[in-house]
């Protein structure tokens, strides 16, 4: 009975940053893999990061360099910091977490938290 919950988004200006947070509750985090994902209206969902449960870290190529999966002192908490926003930033961020095995394992999923890039 894992659940995710995803906090810190909202409005937010195109140039600005923004730092999102998502809890593992029910589990530790070090079992899964943790990624971000984003969906903007009318799309479909999107990977964006990715950290392994062994630490390594992967990104969607366009997005490397803007934005940055990390964790730190927050207890059972991955973050995802987006920098230079743009207003195509817009979308419903989530963030899911899968152990490394089996293959096929459950996927779980937060609720999503809302990040809108408006002038």
């Known amino acids: 009975q894992v659940r995710l919950v995803e906090s810190g988004g909202g409005l937010v200006r195109p140039g600005d940053s923004v730092s999102l947070s998502c809890k593992v509750v029910g589990s530790d985090l070090s079992l899964y893999n943790m990624a971000w994902h984003r969906q903007a209206p009318g799309k479909q969902r999107e990977f964006v990061a990715l950290?392994?449960?062994?630490?390594?870290?992967n990104y969607l190529e366009p997005l490397r360099g803007r934005f940055r999966i990390f964790t730190d002192g927050t207890e059972n908490t991955i973050h995802l910091r987006i920098d230079d926003l743009v207003t195509e930033d817009s979308g419903t961020y989530f963030c899911?977490?899968?152990?490394?095995?089996?293959?096929?394992?459950?996927?779980?999923w937060g609720q999503g938290t809302q990040v809108t890039v408006s002038s």
């Open positions: 950290m392994t449960y062994d630490g390594a870290k």
């Open positions: 899911s977490a899968q152990r490394p095995m089996p293959p096929g394992a459950e996927q779980y």
